[in-house]
Each structure stands twice: as C-alpha cells, then as structure tokens.
C-alpha cells in the first residue's frame, strides 16, 4: 500500500465549477499537509499548508483535513481555465529531516 | 518572499559528458535542500537530501557517485550528473526548506530544470 494515494485523473470541469481533490495516507504519525500546483514543465508551487484538522481557507482554496480518516481535500470555488494545472498533495511526518512524501498528482482541466 | 531559482533552466548534452545543475535560494536561507526527479505524468521522486556543509543523503537505488551533490552554503547546492547517458534526460527539480521552528518548515520548489542527453 502506497502512503499518499492520490487519483490522478484526468479531471474536467467547467469554468466556475467547484473542484474538489482529495488524498488519503495510511500513517497516523503524518502531521504536515502541503497541497502544491503544478503547471506543466514547471517546478510545484506551494498553495496550502496545515497541520490540524480542520479546515484552511486562502482566497478560492479550501485546505481541509481529516487525520481521524486520514483524509486531505483541497476544494477550489470558482474554478478558472488557469487553475488548469496538476496538482500534488504532500505530507511529512514530525521527523526533522523534512522528507515530503508526495501524492501521484491529479490532473484538472477547467473548460472556458 | 521563499523564492528558488535553478540554472539552467533546460540543457542538451552528449552523452558521457557531465552536466552541473544550480539551485539557489534568493531570499532566505536553506540548511537542507532536496533534489527530485520527475519523469512525465508521474510524480516527484526524492533522489537526495542536501545539507549544508555535510554529505547528502541518498534515497534507495540512487546512485551516489553518478548524481554528486554539494551544498557549499546556505543558499546555493549543486547536482552534477556525471557521465551522463540518455536514460538520465529528465525533469529535475530542487527545493528548499524554509522555516525555523518545526511547524512553520515547508518546501519551496525551484522551476525545474529539463535535461536532454543525446
């Protein structure tokens, strides 16, 4: 069993649409939670990062964690052709070598 | 602010040739860097932790002495591939990892840097 297991997608929705991705992990000792975006043949960009459960909001994006079923989300409101983009989730444990184990990354395609 | 650059940005090599790759940290400082490939559609592999002023740390099945690493200072690591061969062509990318205290360290990436060998 992988830790992060991500769907890759491919995901297509309308513009203004509300997306929604999701991860989930096997460790309970995972603490960190880092959603990144990626366009293509550029480096990950970091757009969320949380800790506790709960949810996080910043603009159209909503980090949400639930370490009880061991699930990460990220929903995106309003959704734009350029959030068009690949997106990865990461988590890392409380160790301090700062190690990310990343999801496979899914794949969104928001249509004008 | 938490900006990485990497030089170059794409580069084309013969094969057996060595090719050196930059990452720096523009406007913080970085005791530990992380060097990643990725291949198309698939996601980042760790090759290696960089630590500033000591040896790497190699994942499992990299090879140490192909991919040399050296993080000379607190803002700049180094990934020369040696004796490059076709099969090594692609995507790396650098990060590097800000904060002090535990809760606030994450990863910043650099855009990457594509490499071809011919």
């Known amino acids: 069993q992988k830790e992060v297991e991500q769907d890759p997608g491919p995901l297509s929705v309308p513009e203004g649409a509300i997306v929604s991705l999701n991860c989930t992990y096997s460790?309970?000792?995972?603490?960190?939670f880092m959603w990144y975006r990626q366009y293509s043949r550029k480096g990950p960009e970091l757009l969320m990062y949380?800790?506790?459960?709960g949810n996080k909001e910043d603009g159209r994006f909503t980090a949400q964690v639930d370490k009880s079923s061991k699930y990460i989300s990220l929903f995106i409101r309003d959704s734009q052709p350029s959030d068009s983009a690949t997106y990865l989730c990461?988590?890392?444990?409380?160790?301090?070598?700062?190690?990310?184990?990343f999801g496979q990354g899914t794949t969104l395609q928001v249509k004008p | 602010g938490a900006v990485v650059s990497q030089h170059p940005s794409r580069v084309i090599c013969k094969s057996g040739t060595s090719v050196k790759i930059e990452c720096r940290s523009l406007?913080?400082?970085?005791?530990?860097m992380f060097w990643y490939r990725q291949f198309p559609k698939k996601s980042l592999m760790l090759m290696a932790t960089?630590?500033?002023?000591?040896?790497?740390?190699?994942e499992q099945g990299v090879e140490k002495d192909k991919f040399l690493i050296n993080h000379a200072s607190l803002t700049l690591s180094t990934l020369t591939v040696t004796s490059a061969h076709p099969e090594d062509s692609s995507f790396y990318i650098c990060?590097?990892?800000?904060?002090?205290?535990?809760?606030?360290?994450?990863?910043?990436f650099g855009p990457g840097t594509r490499l071809l060998v011919l």
């Open positions: 960089s630590n500033e002023g000591s040896k790497a740390t190699y």
């Open positions: 990060s590097a990892k800000t904060g002090i205290r535990l809760l606030q360290e994450t990863q910043y």
């Open positions: 949380t800790y506790s459960s």
């Open positions: 460790n309970s000792a995972f603490q960190y």
């Open positions: 406007d913080f400082q970085a005791t530990t």
């Open positions: 990461a988590i890392r444990g409380s160790s301090n070598t700062g190690k990310l184990i």
